[in-house]
């Protein structure tokens, strides 16, 4: 791999090799001394044109666990307020020497447009950009369902093995979900089974031409295909327009018909996991019942997606000519 921009990017064999590759991370990171040496001396910048907490942080522990130089660059404040362009930031840190490049951005396509410009040498990697992609939340999903439902429910060894027959529905504001985009690219790369739910009002058109099912019923679609995962999905209101009486008429509404609450949980089946891609609305697309409650795979999504960023990084930046992981302490 030379950048990662979009799930679309990873074929099978990748998808799995950084699945297995991010197993390998989360293994050092049970131990006493978690830094690896492997990207010391290298520089990866955080470029966030967008604000982002869990991800850059992520990003962030990610790199430093492997000794990679960070710099942590946030629009606000920076000359990008001042009218510095996406150009000019980046060749800007062309000339301080950066390795590798995470970037969200609120425009869809930004990250595809500084990998291919020629304004940075660096490994670009796609931290989310408008509602188009984010790769790496996909990634960590795809490894956390993993981990829970391949290999007798995680108790086997999961090596090289991808997701076929698992059934995984996707619930909730896929309109402006980048999250959604991508795990539908991926899990069906991967072999999974994936099904929309959602209110029309929150459908994407040319949503058909997607490898996924779609469905406006949230409870026949538990009672029918008994889901392996259920992913529910945040509502972006920061993204709407409450002009012209916005996507759906009330919280109360959309909860009623799209939420995971007690009743929804209680109707999954045994071994089925309820994931979510953070911040939630508690009360809105998930209750706290269902966040607290022990099938719930939130909290572990988050640590994953270190492990998972650990392995991205270290392909870009370590190269491939190695298979296994140095697990050296630093």
């Known amino acids: 791999m030379k950048h990662l921009l ?31 040496p492997t990207l010391r001396g ?96 996909a990634l960590l999903d795809a490894y956390t369902i993993r981990r829970h439902l391949v290999g007798d429910g995680g108790r086997a060894d999961v090596t090289g093995r991808d997701l076929d027959g698992l059934r995984v529905v996707i619930v909730g504001d896929v309109l402006h979900s980048r999250v959604a985009r991508s795990n539908v690219q991926l899990l069906h790369t991967l072999g999974a089974q994936v099904t929309l739910v959602a209110p029309p009002t929150l459908v994407p058109v040319g949503v058909e031409a997607w490898p996924a099912q779609v469905s406006y019923d949230l409870d026949a679609v538990l009672a029918d295909e008994q889901p392996d995962a259920v992913m529910m999905l945040r509502v972006q209101r920061e993204r709407m327009s409450t002009a012209g009486g916005g996507f759906f008429p009330s919280p109360v509404e959309y909860s009623r018909g799209y939420g995971l609450d007690g009743r929804r949980l209680r109707a999954l089946a045994d071994h089925a996991i309820v994931m979510h891609p953070g911040p939630m609305n508690r009360g809105l697309e998930i209750s ?43």
Request: proline share 2%; glycine share 6%; charged share 20%.
């Open 288 to 330: 706290a019942e269902a966040a607290d409650s022990p099938r719930a795979v939130i909290v572990e999504q988050v640590a994953n997606g270190v492990a998972v960023r650990m392995a991205v990084l270290y392909m870009l930046l370590a190269g491939e000519q190695t298979t296994n992981v140095k697990v050296e302490a630093a």
């Open 42 to 137: 290298r520089t990866v910048v955080n470029l966030f044109f967008e604000d982002s907490t869990r991800t850059r942080i992520s990003f962030e522990t990610a790199a430093k666990r492997l000794s990679a130089d960070v710099i942590n660059f946030s629009a606000k404040g920076s000359s990008v307020s001042k009218g510095e362009s996406l150009k000019d930031t980046a060749q800007t840190l062309q000339a301080m020497g950066a390795d590798a490049v995470v970037i969200r951005h609120h425009a869809s396509g930004a990250p595809h447009m500084l990998a291919h410009s020629g304004w940075t040498d660096g490994a670009v990697v796609n931290a989310g950009d408008g509602t188009h992609q984010h790769p790496t939340q």
């Open 6 to 36: 979009s799930a679309q990017d990873l074929d099978r064999a990748t998808a799995i090799r950084v699945l297995d590759t991010a197993g390998q991370m989360a293994a050092t990171q049970s131990r006493e001394i978690k830094k690896l």
